[in-house]
């Protein structure tokens, strides 16, 4: 597996990532929650180990931010915060499980591998399709009439939600939240920009186009009209 460790102590991020790696699992590392938000948001993991106590962006914030996105990695919550009513709180903002630091090597690996297992999507719930247009959630792959697009990060986050609304209105509103974490309109051509970019990739000539600009309420990814 791919797990993605998010902690700011140097000494338990190596601990863990040594930890993974020598159990046949491929470990990167964030020291901060934007950082971790940023990876978590841009590659495909199998699960991520998040600190609650983060510089930049605290754990739950980051993992708010990252469900926002419509993300369903399996997240195990290490903290040393272990009250009841903490771990609730964890729990509640998207965690999959929470463990209690100091905690042992074997029961963290333990508990990866149940979220993991409970994690899987049906294979029709990792593959999203509007007309031609496919989006594979697990490869992080787009092809239109089986061809492959290469999209950025950004790109790719932004068609992603379009298609899990598709055929809903989209507000700038909600992209600006459920793509940017943003819950206020910061007054940029930011989607604006992207959008631009995206139809270039998706709807470019000779493919009909699927995202449409719905004057005065956002935009729509749908199906071409008969």
């Not at 990060?153 to 600006?176: C, D, I, K, N, S």
């Amino acid at each position: 597996m791919r797990i993605l460790v998010v902690e700011d102590d140097t000494d338990i991020a190596g601990f863990l990532c040594n930890a993974l790696r020598e159990a046949g699992h491929v470990a990167d590392h964030a020291a901060d929650g934007r950082n971790g938000l940023f990876l978590a948001t841009g590659e495909a993991y199998d699960a991520v180990v998040l600190d609650r106590l983060l510089p930049q962006m605290d754990g739950l914030s980051m993992l708010a931010a990252l469900r926002a996105t419509g993300s369903r990695v399996p997240v195990l919550i290490l903290s040393a915060l272990g009250q009841v009513d903490e771990r609730i709180k964890g729990l509640r903002a998207g965690g999959d499980d929470y463990l209690v630091k100091p905690f042992a090597i074997a029961e963290l690996l333990a508990r990866l591998e149940v979220i993991t297992r409970r994690g899987l999507l049906p294979a029709a719930e990792n593959r999203l399709r509007v007309a031609d247009l496919e989006l594979d959630r697990m490869a992080r792959v787009v092809k239109r009439a089986g061809e492959v697009i290469a999209l950025k990060p950004q790109e790719y986050r932004v068609l992603e939600f379009l298609m899990r609304h598709a055929g809903q209105v989209v507000t700038r509103t909600m992209l600006l939240e459920g793509v940017w974490d943003y819950h206020f309109d910061p007054q940029t051509n930011v989607i604006d920009v992207q959008l631009s970019r995206l139809r270039a990739k998706v709807d470019k000539a000779p493919w009909v186009p699927l995202i449409q600009t719905v004057r005065g309420a956002g935009y729509c990814l749908r199906e071409p009209q008969p």
